[in-house]
Structure formats: structure tokens, C-alpha cells
């Protein structure tokens, strides 16, 4: 018989730490949003495939809310450990602070779950190991996420309902109070 493999979160705990350069501002002179969610896919990848000793890819985002800008010279630093473990999946928490060295701030400016898929050598969803829970919030934060990727499978159901053929009309009545012009 297969001999399951469990491993604890502990193990592909990951921390990335990067300070913001001018090059990553846009042209309001804050940090980019592009370049924070590159960190974040970044760490992700890093935690999934140590935890999973495997090639993993990025299946989707649950969701990501920049709560606070991030200035150039501050310090952000993103940390990642793998919250649930599926069959093929990981859901890989972050949670993303930036530190002003000049008023010895840290503010958290987002926390978001990315579902990350082990692949085999055929680019097939490959078995991950399972996750050893070591803590309480270790147990609350799978259960969490056995609720989000339930919830999640839901909303991806009901976004292809949502895509019905176009009624002119019923379109029409719909969006009459919205901040747009038909005009055909
Ligand atoms: C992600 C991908 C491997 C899923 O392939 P698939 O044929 O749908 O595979 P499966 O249906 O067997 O699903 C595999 C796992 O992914 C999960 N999954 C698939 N699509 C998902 C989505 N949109 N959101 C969350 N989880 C998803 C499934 O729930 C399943 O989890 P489990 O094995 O733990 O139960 C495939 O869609 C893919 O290769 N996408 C491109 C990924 C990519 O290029 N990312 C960016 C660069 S890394």
C-alpha cells in the first residue's frame, strides 16, 4: 500500500524581504501593485513547492485588497505558510507588512490565499503530502480554508450561470441606473 506523506506547516514556512526601489513606483510615486502581487506569487511558489517537493503552478488568488499604499525605501516583507492541503492543491496564506525605517512604523497592507497546484512531469496534477497540525490556529486556518474553497467552487458555478446570451432589452432594464450610455 502507498505510504501517505505528512509534513508540518513549520516546514515550508517562507519569508521573503525586499526593499522598494524607486523603479517598482508608479506615477503617483507609491509602490506598484503589479510588483507586490510578483512578491506574492513569488513566496507562494517557494512554500507550495518546498511543502509539496514538487513544480507547482498558480491556480487562482482569493482575493487580494491593497488596504494601504506602500512607499519607495520602505521594507516589505511578505510571509507564506501552506494552510490546506487537497489532493493536488495547496491553499498558501500571505500576509504582506511594510516598515518605515524613519518613523519605525509596520503597516499591514494585505492578506490573501493563493491555491497552488503540484504538477508532474507530464504537467498533470500531481498528490501533495498531507499537512500535520501542530496548533489551533493551525486548525482553524484549514477548516477556514476548507470553507473558502468550498465557497469558492460555488461562486465559479454560479459566475458561469451569470453568462447568459444577450438580451437587449433585459440588459437594457438592468443597467438604466448604472453610470453608463447606450447608445446603439
Ligand atoms: C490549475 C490547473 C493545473 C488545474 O487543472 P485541472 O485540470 O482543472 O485539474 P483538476 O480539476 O484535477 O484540479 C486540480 C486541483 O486544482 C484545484 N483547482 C483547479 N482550478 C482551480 C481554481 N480555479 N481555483 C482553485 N482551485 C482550483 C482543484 O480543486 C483541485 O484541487 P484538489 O486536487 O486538491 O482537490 C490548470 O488549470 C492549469 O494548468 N492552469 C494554468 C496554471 C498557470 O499557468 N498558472 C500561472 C503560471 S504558474
Redesign the pocket.
Known sequence: MEQRIFRPVQYSKTTITELMIPTYANFGGKVHGGILLSLMDKVA?VCAAKHAGNYC????IDHVDFLQSVEVGELVSLKASVNF?????LIVGIRVTSENFKTQTVKHTNTCYF?M?A?DEN?H?AH?PGLILETKDEIRRFAEALKR?EL??QV?THMKQIKTPLDLDEYKALLVKENCKIEI
Open positions: 511558489y503552478v498558480t491556480a487562482s492541503a487537497g489532493s493536488s492543491s491555491t497546484v504538477m504537467h496534477p501533495v474553497k469558492g467552487k465559479r
